[in-house]
């Protein structure tokens, strides 16, 4: 393949040799350089790619994508981008054939429900028989492959390979989370969406690596509806005017009243011994009364952008009542069987919004008492710490304070910054760090009507310390409670 051919859409600038270089493979990764490969060079978090010129150079490297002035070898092709992460973004997607354009894509972003919405949209399309590939939080889904997340939106290379495996087996589609920092690094640049989701926003991944503010992290999600045709968007949410500011696409918007295009009314909660779910009257652009197998009113508002954006694509009201009447996705809301008389759940709220929305939602189903245990994750937000201690202390009946993913840091630490947080609010509380230990304590003591919160983990089946994953499965642990009872 010629260097040419993978810089056709783009705007660069040749520094030195010739573009009709004859290349063997698209590179990012030092590591992976091959006779003839084209090294595109990263400033990361952790390693700034420019340093590894020289030495892609001996490996054989025709030409090398900088964004800044880098002595290379002669005989080396230099072309520089103003930004590298775009350029490995657009060389990607020519490298492997703009697979987007074979495909339907729909990207989501927002602060939570990103990965129910995936599930949601599609297990509906899945139900019309249209085969759809999904990238996000958990896993990517090809087929009947299912290959687990580093991230929530992967490097731009690896979506583009994504694309151009799921293009090749017949997906018709693709459902993707788009996370704030995969807008901010360009891995979804390179094409554009078909669709854009925008679900809601609260402050979350301000700090190191992440966001430097709340601007920051706003403009990021305001650039998918600069980036996509027809954009559907949470009317209700209060910053939903920053979010569309700037868009290029047609909107159409989604909430609980008529000034949304779509909305929901008569929303009932319903409750039976283990289960528990939400059924409303869809208004709007469709009518009809619609039933979802996870509680909560965020419940409402995610299957709202589901159906408004099924609507679109012209799929049948029986194919999204059926989809999301036996709708389950793993760790969201999702509800364990234990011989104990209490409901038990495993969630995945593990910032203050979601603890918040999920605490208030779970109390309007009445419960006695709610329980919530939770602990958080090492080297992320420090405001979470606070945040939810004090969120948890005020709307649960008991707090029990235990660890997430400490990662780099200390565990009692992390519990420590909770604990000041957990002291603002009037709830009552323990502190168990071992994970294992504090659910034992909450199936030993939540009694008939209770219902249990582990909020945190979801679908995660490690606990991550010092950079190792050690397997961790809230549900293996669950199993190992009751069989030691
Ligand atoms: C801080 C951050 O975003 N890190 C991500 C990022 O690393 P980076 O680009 O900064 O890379 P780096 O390790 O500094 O290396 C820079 C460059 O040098 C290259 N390199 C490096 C070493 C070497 O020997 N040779 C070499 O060429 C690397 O291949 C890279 O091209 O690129 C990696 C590969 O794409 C990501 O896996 C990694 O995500 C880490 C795991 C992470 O935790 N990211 C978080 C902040 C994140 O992105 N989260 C969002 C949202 C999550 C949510 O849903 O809430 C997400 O989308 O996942
Ligand atoms: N629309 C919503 N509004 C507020 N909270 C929500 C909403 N949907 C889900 N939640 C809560 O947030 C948690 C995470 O939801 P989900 O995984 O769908 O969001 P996400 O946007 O993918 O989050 P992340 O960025 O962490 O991957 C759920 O387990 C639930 O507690
Ligand atoms: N995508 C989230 C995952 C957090 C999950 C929680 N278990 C933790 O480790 O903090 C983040 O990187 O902020
Ligand atoms: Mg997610």
């Known amino acids: 393949m ?38 595109v060079c990263i400033s990361g978090a952790a390693f700034d790619g420019h340093k590894f010129v020289g030495q892609v150079a001996e490996q054989g490297a025709k030409a090398v994508v900088v964004e800044r002035d880098v002595e290379v070898p002669e005989g080396v092709t230099v072309i520089r981008f103003d930004d590298t992460r775009r350029a490995l973004a657009e060389m990607s997607a020519a490298y492997f054939g703009y697979p987007a354009e074979e495909l339907t894509t729909i990207g989501i972003t927002g602060t939570k429900g990103k990965t129910t ?4 949209i599609q297990s509906v399309l899945e139900h019309a028989g249209q085969k759809t590939g999904l990238i996000g939080t958990i896993e990517t889904v090809i087929g009947e492959e299912r290959i687990p997340s580093v991230n929530t939106t992967p490097e731009s290379y690896v979506i583009q390979e994504s694309f151009r495996r799921m293009a090749d087996e017949g997906c018709k589609n693709v459902v993707m989370e788009v996370s704030s920092q995969g807008l901010m690094l360009h891995r979804v640049s390179g094409f554009t969406f078909d669709y854009g989701i925008f679900t809601n926003l609260a402050e979350d991944h301000i700090g190191e690596n992440e966001h430097k503010d709340m601007d920051d992290y706003i403009h990021c999600k305001s650039l998918l509806f600069q980036q996509c045709r027809q954009g559907i968007v949470n009317g209700d949410d209060a910053y939903v005017e920053r979010i569309i500011k700037g868009h290029t696409c047609s909107l159409e918007t989604f909430g609980m009243d008529e000034a949304n295009d779509v909305y929901a009314q008569n929303i009932k909660r319903i409750q039976e011994p283990g289960y528990l779910g939400v059924s409303y009257d869809l208004k709007g652009k469709e009518e009809y009364n619609v039933h979802v197998d996870i509680p909560g009113d965020f419940t409402v508002y995610n299957s709202l952008a589901a159906i408004s954006l099924c609507r679109h694509m012209g799929i049948q009201k029986s194919d999204v009542l059926d989809a999301l009447n036996t709708i389950q996705v793993k760790g969201r809301l999702e509800i364990i069987k234990t011989p104990g008389e209490y409901t038990l759940m495993i969630d995945y709220a593990h910032n203050a919004m979601s603890l918040e929305s999920l605490l208030t939602t779970i109390r309007k189903y009445e419960p006695k008492k709610i329980y919530c245990l939770f602990g958080c994750g090492g080297n ?97 642990l669950i199993r190992e409670i009751i069989e030691e009872a």
């Open 117 to 120: 919405i995936t599930y949601m």
């Open 2 to 39: 010629k260097l040419s051919k993978l810089l056709e859409r783009s705007e660069y600038r040749l520094v030195q040799g010739q573009e009709d270089t004859e290349i063997s493979t698209l590179v990012y990764d030092s590591r992976k350089v091959e006779e003839g490969s084209v090294f």
């Open 380 to 476: 992320r937000a420090k405001a979470r710490r606070y945040e939810m201690g004090e969120v948890s202390s005020k709307l649960a009946d008991l707090t029990v304070v235990t660890s997430d993913n400490p990662r780099n840091e200390e565990p009692m630490d992390i519990i420590d910054d909770i604990l000041v947080g957990v002291h603002k609010g009037p709830g009552k509380y323990v502190t168990i760090p071992d994970r294992k230990e504090a659910i034992r304590y909450c199936m030993e003591h939540a009694g008939k009507g209770d219902i249990v919160i582990l909020a945190g983990k979801g679908h995660e089946d490690y606990q991550e310390i010092r950079g190792v994953k050690h397997h961790m499965d809230e549900r293996d």
